[in-house]
């Protein structure tokens, strides 16, 4: 048998479970992982400045390619705890990364020790697992377990932390013969899919919901191939966004209260059964449940048995993997066609393209300050179909979700449940990390920009080039625009006089000389015309250098973008005029009929 440290024998194993990259900070109580890291060779390591930013990396990371897992690493006591919110994100999105923490030595984890913590106990309600290890004997069954966890079922992360001892132990363990453990997911029933199907057809006017599940089990092409079968029209979820192309002649656009189209919710309304494949029934998708099931049907498919019934009782649950239903959706589906039992939709899927083609936003205004929705315009001429767009949460981020264009799975890669401001950054440069080649585009306010800004600085020391489109409008606009319920303005500015940056006026933060401080480059756009050469040069710039490039446009102080103010889909708060005409809409999927 081979002997070797229990730190080494983990970078072993993660090696044959399939990580080729990691994202950390070193410390003293992890730098024997480190040190086996560095002799193992085969993982290549980023360092990040902050280690919840590496968290966010490893979620980016994993998100942009079926089966990748992100690593994140750290050292004890608050290395641990900034990486919370990491756990937290990923388990709310259904992600599966892997937090590795140093600790102290098991004899003084009770006594105090500098930077001890029980970090396993803070993290087991954001996580699959979160173990802290007191054997070394046990290090390679806890990461087997570890991988199982995160890819079984609802994929979700796990938190590992490794006492500096416990890494530095010599243990037995062969490498060569270490197998990972088989993976587990439910599995639904030719009878279950059948009744589902059943109840589909005897609808008039059904709909697909697809969530983020039908993406992480890497089934877009088969719900696509069902969807076109059955002739039933497709709302994605926002974490589902990109399962078929925008312009697909069934998908009938996203539905809720904030990022959700005109017609998305027109087309639901009047609906009566709902398929939801994949999907949570999240709060901003669904508004007041009342409103939301009003009238229809639904069968629910998911991973997870408990989340079937959590938010509402379905009219029938499945719990199965999103790919191994879909592929029997499929089988019966094609059985019933070729029987001729699939009822005609045509009518109904053409009602729901004739409302993509009336109920638009405006999005063409010529005002200086810039209003949003011209820089989202800009954005789907100046980026295609292959870009993989990276966001987070705020006013930046559901404008975006209303008015640009995703035509393919993990090209929307967004914090869904939990959030977290300053995600957008680290999350880019991890997606970028994963995909060197691709053309990525990370949106966000100032205010979400300001978070982690110092991320900037990982892409520039390790050459990770990608877009970081900025609205900056200096103020925390998605908190002020909900503060209009209570009739108030009150801590949402973030406006000051830069004494440095006289021409910035009151958007106080000089966002160009801190990304050029940090070895980026940055453009700052005034003038709506502008928009469309700053995005070209952005992208010769970041080819050219091979580090992030901020494009900052500087809006009007105040906007509302259009959301419901009474919890209700039917009732969305169109705050900007809408569009009567086709040039007001230019970039809109279906020119406007007037």
């Known amino acids: 048998m081979a002997r070797m440290t229990a730190a080494r024998a983990a970078v072993e194993i993660l090696r044959r479970e399939g990580v080729t990259d990691a994202f950390g900070v070193p410390g003293a109580a992890i730098n024997p992982f480190y040190a086996a890291l560095k002799a193992s060779g085969g993982i290549h390591h980023t360092l990040a400045r902050h280690v919840e930013g590496a968290s966010h990396m490893a979620e980016g990371y994993t998100r942009t390619h079926p089966g990748n897992i992100g690593v994140c690493i750290g050292t004890s006591g608050p290395a641990g705890t900034d990486m919370i919110t990491g756990l937290y994100s990923a388990i709310g999105d259904s992600v ?77 363990f062969d490498p060569e013969t270490y197998e990972p453990l088989p993976v587990y997911r439910p599995v639904a029933s030719r009878a279950q899919i059948e009744k589902a199907l059943g109840l589909l057809n005897a609808s008039e006017r059904p709909l697909i919901v697809a969530g983020g599940g039908v993406i992480n089990a890497d089934a877009c092409e088969l719900l696509v191939e069902f969807a076109e079968l059955t002739g039933v029209p497709v709302v994605p979820t926002l974490m589902g966004w990109g399962v078929l192309p925008d312009d697909h002649e069934l998908n009938a656009g996203m539905v809720g209260l904030q990022t959700s189209h005109r017609y998305g919710n027109a087309t639901f309304l009047e609906s009566d059964f709902v398929l939801g494949i994949g999907n949570r029934w999240a709060n901003r998708h669904t508004g007041r449940l009342d409103v939301y099931t009003a009238g229809r049907k639904f069968v629910h498919v998911d991973v997870e048995p408990t989340q079937i019934g959590k938010i509402f009782a379905p009219d029938y649950g499945i719990a199965s993997d999103a790919k191994a239903a879909l592929q029997l959706f499929v089988q019966v589906a094609r059985e019933s066609k070729a029987e001729g039992r699939l009822p005609d939709r045509s009518a109904w ?95 966000s306010g100032d205010y979400d920009f300001q978070f982690m800004i110092e991320e900037l600085a990982v892409g520039a020391q390790h050459r990770i080039p990608y877009v970081h489109v900025l609205v900056n409008n200096s103020y925390l606009g998605l908190i002020r625009q909900a503060q209009r319920a209570f009739d108030i303005d009150f801590q949402v500015k973030l406006e000051f006089e830069n004494v440095n940056s006289p021409e910035l006026g009151v958007y106080g933060v000089d966002h160009v000389k801190v990304a050029e401080g940090l070895g980026c480059k940055a453009i700052r756009v005034t003038d709506p015309a502008e928009l469309g050469a700053a995005f070209e040069q952005a992208k010769k710039l970041a080819q050219e250098y091979r580090v992030p490039v901020v494009v900052e446009a500087i809006l009007e102080r105040v906007t509302n973008i259009s959301m419901s103010t009474t919890n209700d889909i039917g009732n969305v708060v169109e705050f900007e005029e809408i569009a009567t005409e086709p040039g007001h809409a230019p970039t809109s999927i279906r020119t406007l009929k007037v």
Not at 99 to 109: D, E, L, N, R, Y
Not at 122 to 150: C, S, Y
Not at 423 to 442: F, N, R
Request: aromatic share 6%.
């Open 349 to 443: 899927a053409a009602s729901a393209q004739e409302k993509r083609a009336t109920l638009q936003r405006r999005t063409h205004f010529d005002d200086i300050p810039i209003k949003p929705q011209r820089v989202y315009e800009e954005m789907n001429k100046a980026f295609g179909p292959e870009t993989r767009y990276v966001s987070t949460i705020g006013l930046s981020q559901i404008a975006g979700a209303q008015m640009l264009h995703v035509y393919r799975p993990r090209h929307w890669i967004n914090c869904g449940q939990a959030g977290p401001l300053g995600w957008t950054i680290p999350a880019a440069l991890g997606v970028a990390k994963a995909d060197p080649e691709a053309q990525v585009v990370a949106l």
């Open 96 to 172: 599966p990364i892997l937090c590795i923490t140093g600790q102290a030595p098991t004899a003084v984890i009770h006594k105090e020790d500098f930077q001890a913590v029980d970090i396993a106990s803070i993290a087991k309600p954001v996580t699959k697992m979160a173990v802290t290890v007191l054997e070394a004997a046990q290090v390679p069954g806890v990461f087997q377990q570890a991988f199982h966890l995160m890819r079984s079922g609802r994929p979700g992360p796990v938190l590992i932390d490794l006492p500096i001892d416990v890494q530095l132990t010599e243990i037995e």
